[in-house]
């Protein structure tokens, strides 16, 4: 809900959070590279900030996501006896396509 600075977290990261005071930066950083906290240059000055509801879109992505490969996975198991339209449609969902074809 904050905006921060890096000092401003080196100071606040150890006391609230438990954080080793030399890993601060390195933690931020592995942050800022999982999208977890955004980071914007204004100036000569770097600006660090996460939002609760940008973790709660990612988690309602990431599950849509998942919802989406298992209903693909558990049409398109494929067996001896599949037809080859079977087969010619569970590689058309690998490939992102996700037309009904005559089974």
């Given at each position: ?16 959070k ?12 592995s942050l ?29 992505h ?7 490969q ?17 087969v010619q449609?569970?590689?058309l969902m690998d490939?992102g396509?996700y037309?009904?074809?005559?089974i």
């Amino acid at each position: 809900k904050d905006v921060f600075q890096l000092k401003d977290i080196e100071k606040i990261a150890p006391k609230s959070k438990g954080i080793a005071p030399m890993t601060v930066k390195e933690v931020l950083q592995s942050l800022v590279d999982d999208n977890m906290v955004d980071c914007e240059r204004v100036g000569t000055s770097n600006y660090y900030w996460a939002f609760p509801s940008k973790a709660l879109h990612a988690r309602k992505h990431k599950l849509e996501e998942l919802q989406k490969q298992v209903r693909a996975d558990s049409f398109c198991s494929l067996t001896v006896e599949s037809t080859p339209q079977t087969v010619q449609h569970c590689a058309l969902m690998d490939l992102g396509h996700y037309e009904i074809l005559s089974i």
